[in-house]
């Protein structure tokens, strides 16, 4: 058997299912079931080892597995020696700080009170930068239940909708303490690595075919450069002629969101025959 490649994946939680579906888009063998702790992709020469979030960085910073998929929260709570190598687009959240509806606190104000929080190591060293001298109180999960239950003052937490924080009479104060969502990890000391470069440039792949269409329009010749401004794509549009004397026919990928604009942007500026179709697969 070759040398395989090993990446960790989450086995469950808010990662997990979006995780495993971006690893299916760049072409990867799925596990069958979500209790599989292992799945081998010999096409791939790729193993994969289904870990709980929160010990994916550890495992990837002891050397012992070449890539993971995290949260940014996670990996820094951890403090373990991993690069994060490219941010994944899902598992979006921030991590801060909630007190009691009308409680109005501030950072500062935590001097001397209790936080319950599951990331102390974020908590910890943000705590220390700002000065503020609290107890830190390790909960699992559920942390928004701790200050009605009387643990603690006040809470450092995940929040991503603020549905949790709501129903537990809790408001946010101060900045945010970390922006988080998924991200692409490996060891700080890693080497050369071509089965992890293939996976880097897949992943970036599912990336660039998530966010962006690729465009195709006619335009009259003299209005070539006014449409190429609204449609400059990667690396400049293709640009064809026409069986149609004075046109030409253009070809670029444009971002996802900015697509219907676009189209009403070259129809008014005399374009036609615009269409949109998915990229399915890419590499730039
Ligand atoms: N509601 C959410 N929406 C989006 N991302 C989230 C949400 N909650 C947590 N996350 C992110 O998902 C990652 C993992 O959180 P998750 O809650 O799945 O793990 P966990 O708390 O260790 O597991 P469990 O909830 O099973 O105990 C973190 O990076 C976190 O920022
Ligand atoms: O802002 P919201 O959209 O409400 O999401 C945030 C909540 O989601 C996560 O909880 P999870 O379901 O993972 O439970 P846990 O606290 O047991 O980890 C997180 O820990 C928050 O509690
Ligand atoms: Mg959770």
């Not at 941010?87 to 501030?106: E, I, K, Q, V, Y």
């Not at 692409?184 to 792949?205: C, E, H, Q, S």
Request: aromatic content about 6%.
């Amino acid at each position: 058997m070759p040398d395989m490649l090993r990446i960790a994946v989450p086995n469950k939680g808010q990662l997990s299912e979006p995780a495993v579906e971006m690893l299916r888009e760049a072409g990867y063998r799925q596990r069958k079931s979500s209790r599989d702790l292992v799945m081998v992709d010999p096409d791939n020469e790729t193993e994969f080892f289904f870990l709980r979030p929160k010990d994916i960085a550890v495992y990837v910073g002891e050397g012992i597995l070449q890539a993971g998929i995290t949260g940014r929260d996670m990996l820094l709570d951890s403090g373990a020696p991993v690069d994060e190598v490219l941010p994944l687009g899902f598992g979006g959240s921030t991590f801060r700080f909630a007190a009691p509806n009308g409680a109005n606190m501030t950072v500062a104000d935590l001097d001397g009170k209790r936080v319950a929080t599951s990331f102390d190591g974020l908590l910890r060293s943000y705590l220390e930068k700002e000065g503020v001298d609290a107890r830190v109180i390790h909960l699992d999960g559920a942390v928004e239940s701790s200050v009605q239950l009387g643990v603690a003052d006040a809470v450092a937490d995940v929040v991503s909708t603020g549905t949790t924080l709501r129903q537990a009479g809790l408001e946010t104060f101060g900045e945010p303490i970390l922006v988080s969502e998924a991200v692409l990890i490996r060891p700080v000391d890693a080497g050369p690595d071509a089965k992890f470069d293939t996976l880097l440039r897949r992943l970036r792949g599912v990336l660039v075919a998530r966010d962006y269409v690729m465009m195709d329009y006619d335009v009259h010749a003299e209005r070539l450069e006014a449409a190429v401004a609204l449609t400059p794509g990667m690396e400049g549009p293709t640009v064809s002629p026409l069986h149609r004397e004075g046109w030409v026919a253009v070809r670029s990928m444009v971002p996802r969101r900015d697509a219907q604009r676009i189209m009403d942007d070259l129809w008014q500026l005399g374009a036609r025959a615009i269409l949109v179709t998915d990229i399915y697969a890419c590499r730039l």
